[in-house]
């Protein structure tokens, strides 16, 4: 790792675990959405990173929804949160174990409204309903539908968890497609040069849950133009 490396991971780490602690003292989704902009705003700062949302006007300015993205960096979830940050919306993450679990995010994943996937679970039953309560509650669901990193060009696989959520809890699908490479340009950033680069964010049109034309994946691509 480069000193620069070094600096950023021990600054994100703080700061990381720093929110976190703020969050879990939050009374309210409201303040807990504020404290997560301030949080990516830090990071995006300190990373010299802009993001340029394109298709804003798409944007829907409150209600429930199940915001889908593709998903290539650690940063993605920031990108998200700095492309809705106008918004009334407040979503929480569909987060893995184990991030749960980490040293370096668990504290603030824990607290900053998220929903534990345990894949290895043999019953999903809990999963659901902490999902459902946080859609009665009057908040949106966030998630990657690839279900992990996608290190490859292009987009992968969709699981089908993503719709069923959509279909269970009546979720009009929001579409946003990270149309820069975020870890290519996480990478060039961390090398310390000072440049501003440039992450651009696309606003898809809502997705109806019922349209049973295409899966998901396959209407995903078209909107993007990725078939």
Not at 122 to 151: A, H, L
């Amino acid at each position: 790792m480069s000193i620069n490396q070094i600096r950023m991971a021990f600054y994100a780490t703080y700061f990381t675990n720093y929110y976190g602690l703020k969050l879990k003292r939050a009374s309210s989704v409201q303040e807990k959405k504020q404290l997560r902009i301030e949080f990516t705003s830090r990071i995006l700062n300190r990373l010299n990173i802009e993001i340029q949302v394109i298709n804003r006007e798409k944007l829907p300015q409150d209600g429930k929804y199940l915001l889908v993205s593709n998903h290539r960096s650690v940063v993605d979830p920031l990108i998200i949160e700095f492309a809705t940050k106008d918004t009334n919306l407040f979503g929480h993450w569909i987060s893995k174990k184990e991030l749960y679990n980490s040293f370096f995010f668990g504290l603030f994943v824990r607290n900053g409204g998220a929903i534990l996937l345990d894949r290895k679970a043999k019953q999903m039953g809990g999963f659901f309903s902490d999902i459902k309560e946080c859609v009665k509650s009057g908040d949106s669901i966030y998630i990657f539908p690839e279900g992990t990193r996608n290190t490859k060009e292009g987009l992968g696989e969709f699981k089908e968890g993503s719709k069923i959520i959509a279909l269970k809890n009546r979720l009009p699908i929001l579409p946003l497609y990270i149309r820069t490479n975020a870890n290519n340009t996480l990478m060039e950033a961390l090398k310390g040069k000072t440049q501003k680069r440039v992450i651009e964010v696309v606003i898809g049109d809502t997705i109806d849950y019922k349209d049973k034309s295409l899966s998901l994946e396959n209407a995903y691509k078209q909107q993007f133009n990725l078939l």
